[in-house]
């Protein structure tokens, strides 16, 4: 079955950089996409086609993709930014869609 | 403003039934393909259903194909799900979620989220 990898835990003091790989066989084709979660809270869109940001989503964020591995970038991260991040892409079908196991960013 | 309010979760014994319902507003529902997200309890998301803008296609994960029946209902603005022969695994947070994709097919991902319904699935 299809399967996107993300590690599970990341750690970063304030200010620093957080980087997260999601990395998959059919990334090439498809698009990703990261989602933000706090606890008790719904999902929240912060990348959407690899790098794009939505409307709303600090200039913080951003994404980029790198053969059959995609990066969720945070820049100077604020302890606001603690949460559970999700990579999420399709199969070569485009028609099935998958999450990845998420990776809990703890601030330190 | 786009909302999505889900509603229909509860306890539900092995075997049974339930049928969720998600209200949405703030934008034309035709013109969006709509989805379903459940995360179990302490893990993590999981795609289950999507239903194209007019309806007339529908994607199932391979663990609810079969059990599971993705709706909608334009006029009424209402996503649905109708979930039969529970499991406990089918135990989750019910997300109805706007997208992947637009009636164009343009890919935009999963861009707003309602609050969930639990469902929970055990005698």
């Known amino acids: 079955s299809y399967e996107l990898t993300q590690p599970p835990s990341v750690s970063v003091s304030p200010g620093q950089t957080a980087t997260i790989p999601c990395s998959a066989d059919?990334?090439?084709?498809?698009?990703a996409y990261w989602y933000q979660q706090k606890p008790g809270q719904a999902p929240v869109l912060v990348i959407y086609k690899d790098s794009e940001r939505p409307s709303g989503i600090p200039e913080r964020f951003s994404g980029s993709s790198s053969g059959t591995t995609v990066t969720l970038t945070i820049s100077g991260v604020q302890a606001e930014d603690e949460a559970e991040y999700y990579c999420?892409?399709?199969?070569?079908?485009?028609?099935?869609?998958?999450f990845g196991g998420g990776t809990k960013v703890t601030v330190l | 403003e786009v909302q999505l309010v889900e509603s229909g979760g509860g306890l539900v014994q092995p075997g049974g039934s339930l049928r969720l319902s998600c209200a949405a507003s703030?934008?034309?529902?035709?013109?969006?393909?709509m989805s379903w997200v459940r995360q179990a309890p302490g893990k993590g998301l999981g795609w289950v259903s999507t239903?194209?803008?007019?309806?007339?296609?529908?994607f199932y994960a391979d663990s609810v194909k079969g059990r599971f029946t993705i709706s909608r209902d334009n006029f009424r603005n209402t996503l649905y799900l109708q979930m039969n022969s529970l499991r406990a695994e089918d135990t989750a947070v019910y997300y109805c979620?706007?997208?992947?994709?637009?009636?164009?097919?343009?890919?935009?991902?999963?861009?707003?989220w309602g609050q969930g319904t639990l469902v929970t699935v055990s005698s």
């Open positions: 999420q892409s399709a199969d070569s079908s485009g028609t099935y869609w998958v």
């Open positions: 239903i194209s803008g007019s309806g007339g296609s529908t």
């Open positions: 979620a706007k997208g992947p994709y637009d009636i164009t097919g343009y890919q935009r991902g999963f861009d707003y």
């Open positions: 059919a990334l090439p084709k498809q698009y």
């Open positions: 703030g934008f034309t529902l035709s013109t969006y393909a």
